[in-house]
């Protein structure tokens, strides 16, 4: 089991701050720059981690995750169907507008 704690950066600030201060002196929105890829030593693990909250139909629905570690994204999924009233349901993808439970500053062992 994962446990997560309020951490900070090493620098004092937490990646997802350092990225929207660059995105806001380059005039953009966080959500339009393109954030660096990276690995872990224990990706594999990530990676079974996020694919649990994916198929695991103990815990509530999943429709994405992205885990950002010292600025770089280490694993991005997303999945399931996002259902309107006035159209047909559409896959959810990296730029459909989802409510966030956002954990930014989190350290997880």
Known sequence: M???TGESEE???SAVTTA???AAALGRRLADLEWPRGQLANQDELDAAVDEM????TLAVTNAVVVVRGG???SERYGGEQFHFDRPAEPITRDSQ???WS???RSCT
């Open 2 to 4: 994962q446990q997560c």
């Open 11 to 13: 620098n004092g600030q």
């Open 20 to 22: 929207a201060l660059r």
């Open 103 to 105: 954990m930014p500053s």
């Open 98 to 100: 989802l409510l966030s």
């Open 72 to 74: 770089e994204v280490v």
């Open 54 to 57: 994916f198929t695991d139909e």
